[in-house]
């Protein structure tokens, strides 16, 4: 049992966002597709442990879960005359041994139609194409779970009712949808990072995934400079991994890394990218972000920290691209460089609803309060930050923080 447990989890993994994209892309209905792919890893649950792992998990998952699909439009009596032939194609497809097509980059385009409320586009991916549940999707955008649920349903019946066509969207209508797409793939990452060292399993597998993807979309679109950015964001973000923990499991924040530890090579593709894209002169979120990283990168270079260039950057972008994690960075930025006073008007004018469960918000509170000699209030704020992550060694991290009183 535990072996056929085990092969439908990594299948989860690994494939769950491909399956739902194959199986949507004829019915255009996506919830169908999720429910008739629950019903396929049950059955994979009860019957693998008699009958032996398949030789091809991937395909008796599809083949099940079309199967139960053709079912329930047997049962509606809504079959139309198309749909039977275009499901034996595809299943002569798996009969022969087929690679699956790699149908989630369509699928990203798809959910940016503008059809569907802008919202709810970027959530709306990270569910379908990347199996990420509500809990996790709401913790990201700050959103409580039952409130994300409830908008992905609706967007799902939208997508179903309007009968949005599964196709890339023409060269000219591409780029407007692109800004989503990056979004999601990035917002992939970040829930992968997180994951990566705490209590959640496929972290790794999750971070790679984004990066694949972002790969996918810059050998797409060549020519738009935010997708090399985000890519070289992503890659700046990657290198450094190892370096994220210590010999003992502990974590070990991003001024105190053995630069030794970082991966060379990633970050010479992220400034090949990063140059590339500043070619083209148009500003992006991305690239600016990715900026930030690579002002970082150049610390085992130079010696130092370069606070002014990325006390520079960070306004860019709070300017340009303003959001409670530009606001948030700045403000962190602003305390290490003795700015404080600056920085704790920034996190004062955050609205309420923000700060509530945003982990990042406490701990530059906390370090900023510290620095202003208020170590009881600061405190009390960095305790509300170690209530915020399951991260183990974060929270040890931010218990030294308390013991020591320092920022």
């Known amino acids: 049992m535990n072996s056929a447990r085990d092969t439908a989890e990594r299948v989860a993994r690994a494939s769950y966002g491909r399956l739902i994209a194959i199986l949507s892309a004829r019915s255009r209905d996506i919830a169908a597709a999720e429910d008739a792919l629950a019903e396929a890893f049950a059955s994979a649950l009860r019957s693998w442990p008699d009958s032996g792992l398949p030789t091809n ?16 439009l047997r049962h509606r009596s809504i079959v139309e005359a198309a749909i039977p032939e275009l499901l034996a194609h595809s299943e002569t497809m798996v009969e022969d041994g087929a690679t699956f097509p790699d149908e989630r980059l369509k699928l990203l385009f798809v959910c940016a139609h503008p059809a569907i409320d802008a919202g709810i586009r970027t959530p ?11 809990v996790r999707i709401g913790s990201a955008f700050l959103v409580p779970p039952t409130t994300m649920g409830q908008r992905l349903t609706r967007a799902k019946a939208k997508i179903k009712d309007a009968r949005l066509r599964f196709e890339l969207p023409s060269a000219d209508d591409m780029p407007q949808r692109l800004s989503e797409v990056l979004e999601a793939i990035y917002a992939a990452y970040g829930i992968g990072w997180d994951a990566a060292y705490g209590v959640e399993a496929g972290g790794r597998g999750l971070t790679d995934e984004a990066i694949y993807l972002g790969r996918l979309v810059v050998s797409l679109m060549p020519n738009e400079p935010e997708a090399m950015g985000l890519l070289a964001l992503m890659l700046y973000c990657d290198a450094r991994r190892d370096a994220r923990r210590d010999e003992l499991g502990q974590f070990v924040p991003l001024d105190r890394q053995d630069a030794r530890q970082w991966k060379r090579d990633l970050i010479i593709e992220a400034e090949n990218l990063l140059t590339a894209a500043s070619r083209h ?16 990168a150049q610390r085992p270079i130079t010696g130092r920290k370069n606070y002014e260039a990325i006390i520079t950057l960070y306004r860019l972008l709070a300017q340009h691209r303003p959001s409670i994690g530009a606001t948030i960075g700045l403000a962190a930025v602003l305390v290490e460089a003795g700015q404080v006073k600056e920085a704790m008007s920034l996190l004062d004018e955050l609205a309420a609803d923000a700060k509530l469960t945003y982990q990042p918000y406490w701990v530059t509170r906390g370090k900023a309060l510290h620095a ?21 060694p974060v929270r040890a991290f931010l218990r030294a923080l308390l013991s020591s009183g320092a920022g």
């Open 57 to 72: 998990p991937e395909s008796w998952l599809l083949t099940a879960a079309r199967n139960v699909m053709k079912n329930q």
């Open 124 to 134: 709306l991916m990270l569910q379908t194409i990347l199996g990420l549940d509500a």
């Open 281 to 296: 002169a148009r500003f992006g979120r991305f690239q600016c972000e990715a900026a930030i990283q690579s002002v970082h």
């Open 372 to 392: 202003l000699g208020e170590i009881r209030t600061g405190n009390k704020a960095i305790q509300t930050a170690i209530g915020l992550t399951e991260d183990a």
